[in-house]
Nanobody, 123 residues
């Protein structure tokens, strides 16, 4: 079992930055690809970014590429999402998720999820 706890969300003006963190416990995450997803009210959960087990490979949803950066520290069992140039359309609950071994952009492929952290971007 892997427990995931997100932090770092909040209210920010458009153009601002936030750094989300995901702290894992219960199992080392070095065998898991780690993803970030988001869900806005009335919408389905959508892929934001994923990082491979070693951190060698990263993938981003098109609308966040060049603005968001995912990173991981396997020694600390943490994953981060640096979000810059935030836009009102980035407003959502952001979730951290873990998938054994390989990366995926599909939420259904992930075995473990955090409880989410709210990000609100005002215009």
């Amino acid at each position: 079992q892997v427990q995931l706890v997100e932090s770092g969300g909040g209210l920010v003006q458009a153009g601002g930055s936030l750094r989300l963190s995901c702290a894992a416990s219960g199992h080392a995450i070095n065998t898991y690809a780690m993803g970030w997803f988001r869900q806005a009210p009335g919408k389905e959960r959508e892929f934001v970014s994923v990082i491979s087990r070693s951190g060698t490979f990263t993938y981003y949803e098109e609308s966040v590429e060049a603005r968001f950066t995912i990173s991981r520290d396997n020694a600390k069992n943490t994953v981060n999402l640096q979000m810059n140039s935030l836009k009102p359309e980035d407003t959502a609950v952001y979730y951290c998720a873990a998938r054994l071994f390989t990366t995926s952009q599909a939420p259904a492929d992930y075995e473990y999820w955090g409880q989410g952290t709210q990000v609100t971007v005002s215009s």
